[in-house]
Antibody
Framework: QVQLQQWGAGLLKASETLSLTCAVY????????WSWIRQPPGKGLEWMAEINYGGSASYNPSLKSRVTISRDTPKKQFSLRLSSVTAADTAVYYC?????????????????WGKGTTVTVSS | QSVLTQPPSVSAAPGQKVTIACSGSTSNIENNYVSWYQHLPGTAPKLLIY???KRPSEIPDRFSGSKSGTSATLDITGLQTGDEADFYC???????????FGTGTKVTVL
């Protein structure tokens, strides 16, 4: 059974860089895409970024200039960096496995999730 | 602001049925598959439905999904107190080139 374990700094100051890592246990890494999603307090879920099985990255345009997703395939890990954080970046951050492709339509869903990391940005 | 709209809340008594609607557009729901997630704050979201109407093996058949045009629906039958959570629809948006989540619906069991 695939499990995702994530970690990273939980308290940042404004203008610092958020850095989170997610490790994949018990399943294939190379054959999947991987993503990061966040939930600010009292708000809904927001898809942030994805790195696909080929190593190409996609980003939410609302974050594109500040966010970077990367992977370390031998370690079965992927990471998120978000620069110049502000209080608006305070959220619970989740890593997730993505299943996606094209059949009749584009299918895309997150079927395995990490437990989440609470990140608080202070001014 | 999300491009997928859901009612903020729905409620029903134990054993009853609730329906959660997810309204989108031609750039998202109409031309892509929809998934649904259950989320208890403080825990990892759980995939309930994928490809509009398919359930992972561990999800009971009390949960069902459908899609028609630019809208999707999640039905929960035989409502249980353990079903209280936030529910989100999601799909790829071709115009925005992002995965979008719905605004979320809180299910309350009366």
């Amino acid at each position: 059974q695939v499990q995702l374990q994530q970690w990273g700094a939980g308290l940042l100051k404004a203008s610092e860089t958020l850095s989170l890592t997610c490790a994949v246990y018990g399943g294939s890494f190379s054959g999947y895409s991987w993503s990061w999603i966040r939930q600010p307090p009292g708000k809904g879920l927001e898809w942030m970024a994805e790195i696909n099985y080929g190593g190409s990255a996609s980003y939410n345009p609302s974050l594109k200039s500040r966010v970077t997703i990367s992977r370390d395939t031998p370690k079965k890990q992927f990471s998120l960096r978000l620069s110049s954080v502000t209080a608006a970046d305070t959220a619970v951050y989740y890593c997730a496995r993505v299943t996606s492709g094209i059949s009749l339509y584009h299918y895309y869903y997150m079927d395995v999730w990490g437990k989440g990391t609470t990140v608080t940005v202070s001014s | 602001q999300s491009v997928l709209t859901q009612p903020p809340s729905v409620s029903a008594a134990p054993g009853q049925k609730v329906t959660i609607a997810c309204s989108g557009s031609t750039s998202n729901i109409e031309n892509n598959y929809v998934s649904w997630y259950q989320h208890l704050p403080g825990t990892a979201p759980k995939l309930l439905i994928y490809d509009n109407d398919k359930r992972p093996s561990e999800i009971p058949d009390r949960f069902s999904g459908s899609k028609s045009g630019t809208s999707a629906t999640l039905d929960i039958t035989g409502l249980q107190t353990g079903d209280e959570a936030d529910f989100y629809c999601g799909t790829w948006d071709r115009r925005l080139s992002v995965y979008v989540f719905g605004t979320g619906t809180k299910v309350t069991v009366l």
